[in-house]
T-cell receptor, first 117, second 112 residues
Framework: DAGVIQSPRHEVTEMGQEVTLRCKPI?????LFWYRQTMMRGLELLIY????????DSGMPEDRFSAKMPNASFSTLKIQPSEPRDSAVYFC???????????????FGPGTRLTVL | QKEVEQDPGPLSVPEGAIVSLNCTYS??????FMWYRQYSRKGPELLMY????GNKEDGRFTAQVDKSSKYISLFIRDSQPSDSATYLC????????????FGAGTQVVVTP
């Protein structure tokens, strides 16, 4: 299994530009999570999907952030317009959720290191 | 105040020593407790998972949960330089649909 795949691995952009991060979850997993990690705030959950439906987006910092999951094998996180304070490592994770709602192990991708100048 | 508190370290120990890590939390609804390990420039990976209170052992790793004190621990016996990483505790409630609350992570350095 290839694991969770994220692209790009590194992104450097200028303030005001649109940034799109991509994630391919592990095949067969039905839950997908987007996290942001910074030194100051640690690892924060931004949004998660179950069966392609957004369940909780309360962690999305503001309207500049949006996420989609058009099908079970692909998700995007978009920042428009980007700002220097968005600089962070963005992780995507996937898992297989049971019917009880609790998800099994979350498998993390390698992350996208975003720098906004 | 954060729901989950974890000392960021760094914690430096000599090879072969026992590494002791801990987290405290404030939300009494947390029922699932996890420890993740994150190597530099990698994504976190699950090490240990415990439901409710008690101990769990897996090789050199032991996880403990004390719900009455809202305190969880991870012990690494016979530490190796390859154990050098950041260790993050995480927890969730039974109805949170996998919404994990992470600690800040403790950086551990095991010196040969």
């Amino acid at each position: 299994d290839a694991g969770v795949i994220q692209s790009p691995r590194h992104e450097v952009t200028e303030m005001g530009q649109e940034v799109t991060l991509r994630c391919k979850p592990i095949s067969g997993h039905n839950s997908l999570f987007w996290y942001r990690q910074t030194m100051m705030r640690g690892l924060e959950l931004l949004i998660y999907f179950n069966n392609n439906v957004p369940i909780d987006d309360s962690g999305m910092p503001e309207d500049r952030f949006s996420a989609k999951m058009p099908n079970a094998s692909f998700s995007t996180l978009k920042i428009q317009p980007s700002e220097p304070r968005d600089s962070a490592v963005y992780f995507c994770a996937s898992s297989l959720a049971g019917e009880g709602g609790f998800t099994d192990t979350q498998y993390f991708g390698p992350g996208t290191r975003l720098t906004v100048l | 105040q954060k729901e989950v508190e974890q000392d960021p370290g760094p914690l430096s120990v000599p090879e072969g020593a026992i590494v002791s890590l801990n987290c405290t939390y404030s939300n009494s609804a947390f029922q699932y407790f996890m420890w993740y390990r994150q190597y530099s420039r990698k994504g976190p990976e699950l090490l240990m998972y415990t439901y409710s209170s008690g101990n769990k052992e897996d090789g050199r790793f032991t996880a403990q949960v004390d719900k009455s004190s809202k305190y969880i621990s991870l012990f690494i016996r016979d530490s190796q330089p390859s154990d050098s990483a950041t260790y993050l505790c995480a927890m969730s409630t039974t109805d949170s649909w996998g919404k994990l609350q992470f600690g800040a992570g403790t950086q551990v350095v095991v010196t040969p």
